[in-house]
């Protein structure tokens, strides 16, 4: 007698895992991404950030 056991995590073929890692890395990027510009469009940030980096000098 064979006992099946369905996993489907373990079971799941490799290239949709990988396609769902892909997935996740590029919304994780865009996400980084979109947080940066969002900064950016913020003039105090800039002003801060150029005072920060003045005074390494």
Do not use: E, H, K
Not at 31 to 36: E, Q, S
Not at 40 to 54: E, K, N, S
């Amino acid at each position: 007698m064979q006992i099946i056991v369905r996993d489907t995590a373990a079971n799941q073929p490799r290239p949709a895992r990988r396609l769902g890692l892909r997935l996740g890395a590029a919304a994780l990027v865009a996400a980084v991404l979109l947080g940066v510009f969002s900064l950016y469009a913020r003039p105090d940030f800039l002003v801060a950030l150029a005072d920060q980096m003045w005074s390494c000098f």
